[in-house]
């Protein structure tokens, strides 16, 4: 079970590196979030792999869960979705001043889309 | 207290000038003078103490952490140096009252001569090495402003800033040869470094920590091969030269030598690298001096040369060679600047210091002629002069110094031709200047200087005569004091006399002044020889490696900041790599020693979903919409094995988080392309999926290695203490609003800072909206459809008891601030989809910003309110209470913090999504036609 977590958690942050690599900045961001998913189980499984664990104290007693990365992933995702809304309105920002989705900025040909 | 005084009066007096007007100059150069006036007769005060052998000395602890103490010491030493400071810093401020023209801004210069005064005061009388190298630093940058005082000219400005590169950098190497010897020591203070000579000059880092002092000191005093600076550094006004290059700015390299003596002399190392460098320094300055057409240059070089000639003596490891290079000091700074000081006379009254034009000037300046002929005299040694004194004591030395073993009569003979040449430069200075015929083609007649320019000329030339006649009188003592600070065992009495018999030195001395009447003689003929050789501008040779650095960065900046965020992102991904894989080579094997957990079918189900929905993400990515459904899949999967693992808090927060991200991308989908059109080449597609790879490979493999080693967490911590200490049985949310509530505090501050900032992005955006999707198909103008908005509606009540429910719960069962926050957004969000941003916004007639900042508020205030209590900020407290309905109830602080969180996700995540949505709904095209 360990290796098909590690295996899970690579290849989540592998497609989401892949994605953040990409020179538009939909992807970029949509690869950000994927990161941070992989990130974000890489966090949690620092704390083991509890399988059936009691989520609070005086609940049946048995094993508990690390509850430590559970509080930092726990706000990880909220402040991830911050910074996803962050950066995916920052490309539209740029998109409406600069006239391009590229990340560099550069003007390059739209999609034939955009001019009708 | 009178130390502070000696070096906080001159400080106290930059400041003074700058009260005074330019005009009234009288009173400004009064109130400049009077400073170092005072701090001078409180040195005299101290002086007999000290020549009895006191070492007055004042501690402040400044920064101890770093070793670094206002300390102050006064030994001999520091006495011999603040008293050419401050006596040759008055003599300059009463010569540059009258040497400065009306344009120049006098207040200013006086300020900037004080500051340099100071700090040059603090390196002499600084007992701590730290505080030394920061004085250090200060002459360094105050010289600066010196010699670039004319700043409206180029000259000025280039030397200026040739001097602050050279000695700026020597100034560096400075403080990691006192880190070093520091660490040596294991301690900063001057006394301890001192008395330390054994363990330094046995620790295998004395060699790095003397180059490195060397390089600073040898920087400064303008030593081979970093003599350039100096020469260039005339472009500064008279007084400054006179007083930088004569008594202060070069002789803190000297002083160092002398100051650090006890501690790093006595080695090989030391013997052969300052006495070698001040020799060649020696012979190469005078050489120059002797070929200069310019009167400052001439002194110049020559200073360098002398510098050259102190330095090698320090670099015997002999007393008497430390008594000879002290007394050259001093006889220097008196004969260097009364020269100085005359060639700016001279300048001033003939518009030109070209030793081509000017000749016989006696007959128009006879005064100033006597001045220059005694002092010079002193600089080539003639007898009955102080200078001559002092050069005969560095000719004995030379001739006792056990360098160079079986070759060690070429020490002398070079000496010998250095006093030559010295000789000849003296006496060109002087002949071609004053006689040898009529001046030719100058801009004015020259007129005899005032006497108040004079006068500080007069009083050095006086100095001068009365040393050369009389030394044991005057100079024994104070050169005694000095030389006990720069030994380790007493010095013996210098012996101090004009005649010593007929000898060997002497003999050489008579060699030197005839051989020098020989060369001035002969200089056509060396100067015929000297013109075969290309001159070099050090000055261009140094811009032109300027521009090269600057070149350089630049390229390198262009090259590594290019402005493609792709490029950045590979550098950080590359380093990434390097580092994780390079620890991950370092364990033994991948797997440790946990047993691992069996499989069951379901996981690897979820498993197999979770990957395919990654994979197709990233390959699916130009088609967007399919790209972003794919990656909620992974979302919901990540939500899923959270609750698989045992972690309902982190369930429920992805769950939520994962329906808002979506809504999110899906607004944003719609201002952007719908496709991403084909454009990475392949070999740059080949590129990133080798990278991606790696880094999937090395994620992997960390994650593997982390889950089958056994871990010592912290966590039992929170386990035992949560219900005693917190009140709370879900530890996750006890962490978050307990334990660790001053990190919450921050998270939901960043998380309202980015809905602000989003909330001014979306301010005034303008965006090109499509009426059709991708494909060509006009929007559904049906906008609101009928069902989802009559559920969504009954739906709402429901949902915000929901979310209540769970954040009074939170502290005691999975829940809490930022999962009720998420559910009350969700809710509010359904509103919004269902029915439109008009028909939501007239009911939900409130501003999202405020109640944000007001949840940061109201966790920051319960936070404060700890205080009231005496207790820790974010101390809480709880206890049990009954609640009518509700029943037995825990309540803790920690809930008014979770309210904070709460108000913060609900007020922060309807920012990000209301207003994004409002950018949708204005002027949207299907409405237009709808109306048209």
Request: contains cysteine.
């Amino acid at each position: 079970m360990e290796a098909l977590f590690a295996t899970t958690t690579g290849i989540l942050a592998a497609s989401g590196l892949y994605l953040a690599l990409r020179g538009r900045t939909f992807p970029v961001v949509v690869g950000l979030t994927l990161l941070s998913y992989a990130v974000n189980l890489f966090l949690f499984s620092t704390g083991g792999l509890t399988t059936d664990g009691s989520a609070v104290i005086g609940d049946g007693g048995g094993e508990y869960a690390d509850p430590l990365p559970q509080a930092l992933v726990l706000t990880a995702i909220v402040i991830g979705f911050a910074m996803t809304a962050f950066s995916v309105i920052l490309a539209m920002r740029v998109r409406g001043d600069v006239g391009s989705d590229h990340v560099n900025g550069n003007r390059v040909d739209e999609p034939r889309e955009d001019k009708s | 207290m009178s130390l502070l005084l000696i070096v906080l009066l001159p400080l106290l007096g930059s400041l003074l000038p700058l009260l005074g007007s330019n005009q009234r100059r009288h009173q400004c150069a009064l109130l400049t003078a009077a400073m170092p006036l005072i701090a001078l007769l409180v040195t005299l005060r101290e002086t007999p103490g000290v020549l009895a052998g006191e070492v007055p000395r004042l501690a402040f602890s400044w920064v101890p952490a770093l070793g670094l103490d206002l300390a102050l010491r006064l030994d001999g030493l520091s006495l011999l140096f603040v008293l050419l400071i401050l006596g040759i810093g008055l003599l300059i401020i009463l010569y540059a009252r009258h040497y400065l023209a009306e344009a120049d801004n006098m207040p200013r210069f006086y300020a900037y001569l004080m500051l340099f005064m100071t700090s040059m005061l603090g390196i002499v009388m600084a007992d701590n090495l730290i505080l030394l190298w920061m004085f250090w630093e200060l002459t360094s940058l105050s010289s600066f402003l010196l010699i670039g005082f004319w700043s409206h000219q180029s000259a000025p400005r280039k030397g200026a800033r040739m001097a602050l590169a050279v000695t700026g950098m020597g100034g560096l190497a400075l403080l990691a040869g006192f880190i070093l010897i520091g660490q040596i020591v294991g301690s900063f203070d001057m006394q301890t470094v001192l008395d330390s000579r054994d363990v330094i000059l046995a620790d295998p880092r004395y060699l790095p920590a003397l180059l490195l002092v060397l390089l600073g000191a040898f920087t400064k005093s303008a030593q081979f091969p970093f003599q350039f600076w100096l020469p260039q550094a005339m472009a500064a006004p008279t007084p400054v030269s006179a007083f930088l290059h004569s008594a202060t700015m070069v002789k803190a390299g000297v002083f160092l030598l002398a100051r650090l003596h006890p501690a790093l002399a006595g080695s090989q190392e030391w013997l052969y690298l300052v006495s070698l460098t001040g020799l060649v320094t020696m012979l190469y300055g005078a050489y120059f001096a002797l070929t200069k057409l310019d009167l400052k240059a001439i002194l110049a070089y020559s200073t360098v040369s002398h510098l050259g000639l102190i330095t090698m003596l320090f670099g015997f490891n002999s007393q008497m060679a430390l008594v000879a290079g002290l007394f050259h000091i001093l006889n220097h700074a008196t004969f260097k600047a009364a020269l100085f000081m005359t060639a700016g006379i001279v300048d001033h009254e003939c518009g030109t210091r070209d030793i081509r034009k000017l000749k016989g000037l006696w007959r128009y300046m006879p005064m100033t002629t006597a001045l220059a002929t005694i002092t010079a005299a002193s600089m080539a040694g003639f007898p009955l002069l102080n200078g001559f004194l002092s050069k005969e004591m560095m000719l004995t030395e030379s001739l006792e110094t056990p360098l160079l073993g079986g070759l060690a009569w070429l020490i002398p003979a070079l000496a010998t031709v250095a006093s030559i040449l010295s000789a000849a430069y003296a006496l060109r200075f002087v002949r071609n200047t004053f006689f040898d015929g009529k001046p030719r083609d100058l801009k004015k007649t020259p007129h005899e200087a005032p006497f108040l320019l004079r006068l500080p000329v007069l009083v050095l030339a006086i100095v001068c005569v009365v040393v050369g006649l009389f030394p044991a009188l005057t100079a024994t003592g104070l050169l005694t004091a000095a030389t006990d600070a720069a030994m380790t065992m007493p010095a013996p009495e210098p012996h101090l006399s004009i005649w010593h018999g007929f000898n060997l030195p002497l003999l050489m001395s008579t060699i030197a002044l005839l051989g020098g009447l020989l060369v001035y003689v002969l200089r056509q003929h060396l100067f015929a020889f000297h013109r075969q050789f290309a001159s070099r501008d050090s000055l261009a040779i140094f811009e032109n490696a300027v521009q090269r650095l600057v070149r350089f960065t630049q390229w390198a900046i262009d090259t590594l900041e290019n402005g493609s965020l792709q490029r950045y992102m590979l550098w950080v991904v590359i380093s990434a790599l390097v580092v994780a894989g390079m620890s991950l080579m370092g364990i033994e094997t991948l797997k440790g020693e946990l047993a691992t957990q069996e499989a069951s079918p379901l996981i690897i189900v979820g498993a197999v979903i979770t990957c395919f929905a990654g994979l197709a993400t990233a390959f699916l990515h130009r088609r967007r919409l399919i790209s972003l459904i794919m990656l909620s899949v992974v979302g919901l999967m990540a939500s899923l094995i959270f609750a698989r693992f045992s972690a309902p808090d982190l369930a429920l927060t992805q769950l939520a988080v994962e329906v808002v991200t979506v809504i999110l991308l899906m607004l944003a989908l719609f201002f952007l392309p719908q496709k991403t059109p084909k454009e990475s080449s392949a070999s740059r597609i080949v590129r990133d999926v080798l990278l991606a790879a790696g880094f999937g490979g090395v994620v992997a493999s960390l994650n593997y290695a982390l889950l089958t080693r056994p871990l010592n967490s912290i966590s039992d911590f929170f386990l035992e203490n949560s219900v005693p200490g917190g009140g709370g049985h879900n530890v996750v949310n006890v962490i978050l609003v307990d334990f660790r509530g001053f990190d919450t505090l921050g998270e939901i501050t960043v998380l309202c800072i980015a809905g602000i900032g989003i909330y001014k992005l979306l301010n005034r955006l303008r965006l090109f909206m499509p009426s059709s999707d991708s494909e060509g198909r006009p929007w559904s103008p049906d906008r609101y459809p009928m069902i989802l908005a009559s559920v969504s509606q009954s739906l709402l009540p429901m949902a915000l008891l929901v979310s209540v429910f769970i954040f009074l719960r939170g502290h005691n069962a999975p829940g809490g601030g930022f999962i009720a926050g998420l559910v009350t957004a969700v809710a509010l969000i359904l509103m919004y989809i269902a029915h439109g941003v008009e028909w939501a916004q007239q009911r939900l007639s409130f501003q999202y910003q405020p109640i944000a900042v007001a949840g940061v508020a109201i966790a920051a205030l319960t936070g404060v309110g700890s205080w009231a209590f005496g207790y820790p900020f974010l101390t809480s407290s709880f206890g049990h209470f009954h609640i009518p309905l509700i029943g037995d109830m825990e309540l803790a602080t920690a809930l008014l913090f979770d309210l904070g969180v709460y108000l913060t996700v609900v007020g922060a995540t309807l920012m990000i999504l209301a207003n994004l949505g409002k950018v949708t709904t204005s002027h949207r095209p299907s409405k237009q036609k709808e109306k048209a």
